[in-house]
């Protein structure tokens, strides 16, 4: 729901934020710095070709018509990040901009931030235990270019390595299980020509500037196989990627206690699979051998093995998730290996959250076409409604299509090709590559390939869409009366309803509005309206239902 939305969007930046202020605390005591003498330090000057191309070598960064960066990056580990920071500066520093430009907004006391940095400095004590030695040197490289506006904040390195771990920490503290990511895959007899199809919506969502620059990588590394991943500047770490060998990778977050102590980030341990595996088993082996410390499910696809499984990670336990003489996969938020039967707080994200509507909404969608083509994962990707097609209001957490997703992409391993959503959400073109191609000829002026790539949605050219987002300013205005007490125009609260008129949120922030200012009746007949709409989850229904509770009693006094 937006309401959640935007408190976890403040909620993210700020954990964020105060994730990456702990390295100030540990910089005095922790001497982990690579040791790069080995490697040739020197690289070539970066060559700026046109306000949209950078060339330094053999490498590239351009943006493509659709708006999206692709980057080509080889070499050992320490070039590749010197490379890859040379190249994307600019946009490695605007990432470290949204987010810790924030710092003042959201943290303004002096004494709190240094309260949090204490805490998390020793939360973060060993961190760099578990993780990799070449991404810690590649993340080194990266961190020579990273902005020193911020160096009174923490040092450049450690300022970035720990940034790697951001999704996880903020997935602890905030419980962004909440925004969830949903995913499938389907081979054999349920896709068009048998092939194996995997499609997935990234729903990770720290504001809008965060998703503006999305960068394309395509890496070929000195050591393991060369893979591609959709991700933005100062990130090495994978959320959803493919290598030449048809192994693809992508995560979705599930129920996790908070951590008592940080370990290997999930987007470094994706990398290490992405880079090191090529088959199914190669995968599991990698992940059981790592400390993770949230939960999470990794997708594995792969062209050697012909279908998918689903790996379940956490802190105490390991799953490996397959259906029996089936050929697909469904991935939502919850786990469902075996190891997780009996874990009592994975059975009540299940039961109270939106993880298993989406769940059935895909089962639902895939039950409507017998055989699976790219086409057809992408519209699954860009749906809107609601079990059996119900109209649930733009924006629930219960679509598959949240209207907030940082991307979305869709593979076809055997066949080394990949689709990329591109901006706004996954309404855009999806933009078709063929690895195979790619690394055969890096150079080649355009690196994706029109004749396959997919039109974009026609919905956001149509009234519903501009409601949709116009609705996303109006709530924001109103969340931000409602938390600090102030008194909106009238005509804000009505537009707020007729821009959204079947999302439940709306209902639930007018009614919260009226019920602070006083205004119970008014309240009332909002919040009831709120009951007949899709609520996300079971504490939603329940917060409804406690004021409708306490609107009545107030009213019959």
Request: net charge positive; hydrophobic share 35%.
């Amino acid at each position: 729901m937006r309401l959640k939305v935007n408190i976890l969007k403040r909620g993210l930046i700020f954990t964020l934020l105060v994730f990456i202020l702990t390295s100030c605390g540990i910089s005095k005591s922790l001497n982990d710095i690579p040791d790069v003498s080995a490697y040739n330090t020197a690289i070539p000057e970066r060559i700026k070709t046109s306000d949209s191309t950078f060339v330094l070598g053999n490498n590239t960064l351009k943006k493509n018509k659709q708006g999206l960066w692709e980057l080509y990056v080889e070499g050992n580990p320490y070039e590749r990040g010197l490379i890859t920071g040379s190249l994307s500066k600019e946009l490695f520093n605007n990432q470290e901009e949204v987010f810790l430009s924030k710092v003042n907004d959201l943290v303004p006391s002096k004494v709190k931030q240094t309260l949090l940095r204490k805490f998390l400095a020793w939360f973060n004590r060993k961190m760099y235990l578990h993780i990799p030695l070449e991404y810690k040197t590649e993340i080194y490289g990266l961190s020579k270019y990273a902005s020193t506006k911020y160096n009174h904040i923490a040092d450049p390195y450690l300022r970035v390595l720990y940034l790697h771990g951001a999704h996880d920490i903020g997935h602890a503290l905030q419980d962004l299980a909440l925004v969830g990511c949903s995913s499938f895959a389907a081979w054999g007899e349920k896709t068009e020509d048998g092939s194996l199809i995997i499609g997935r919506n990234f729903d990770f969502y720290a504001g809008d500037d965060f998703a503006k620059e999305k960068i394309i990588a395509f890496v070929n590394p000195t050591e393991g196989h060369k893979f591609m991943s959709v991700t933005w500047g100062g990130m090495i770490g994978v959320v959803s990627g493919m290598n030449e060998h048809g192994l693809t990778v992508t995560i979705n977050a599930g129920k996790s206690k908070i951590p008592l102590i940080a370990k290997t980030p999930i987007s470094i341990l994706n990398r290490e699979i992405l880079q090191y595996a090529s088959t199914i088993n190669e995968a599991i082996a990698i992940a059981k051998k790592r400390k993770v410390f949230v939960s999470e499910s990794i997708l594995i696809g792969s062209a050697k093995d012909k279908k998918a499984v689903i790996i379940e990670v956490s802190p105490k336990n390991f799953g490996v998730y397959e259906v029996p003489n089936s050929n697909q996969l469904i991935c939502s938020n919850h786990f469902q290996s075996d190891a997780y039967a009996d874990d009592e707080k994975n059975i009540k994200h299940k039961a109270e959250s939106h993880s298993q509507y989406r769940y059935q909404r895909m089962e639902e969608l895939l039950n409507q076409h017998p055989k699976i083509t790219p086409q057809i994962a992408v519209d699954i990707l860009r749906n809107k409604e609601g079990l059996h097609d119900k109209t649930i209001g733009y924006g629930n957490e219960k679509a598959l299509n949240q209207l907030l997703a940082h991307h979305a992409i869709v593979f076809k391993p055997e066949q080394g090709l990949v689709w990329v959503s591109s901006n706004p959400y996954q309404l855009g073109e999806f933009v078709a590559y063929n690895l195979n191609d790619i690394f055969k000829n890096p150079k080649k002026e355009s690196l994706s390939n029109d004749f396959l790539t997919i039109e974009k949605d026609s919905f956001q050219f149509t009234k519903a869409y501009k409601d949709y987002e116009a609705y996303r300013k109006l709530s924001a205005q109103v969340l931000s009366s409602i938390e600090k007490d102030k008194t909106i125009d009238s005509s804000i609260i009505s537009d707020l309803q007729i821009t959204n008129p079947e999302y439940w949120e709306a209902y639930y922030l007018v009614g919260t509005y009226y019920y602070n200012k006083g205004y119970y009746t008014a309240a009332l007949i909002a919040f009831e309206k709120a009951k007949t709409r899709e609520i996300t989850t079971v504490p939603d229904q329940k917060k409804v239902d406690r004021y409708i509770k306490k609107l009545k009693r107030k009213l019959s006094l």
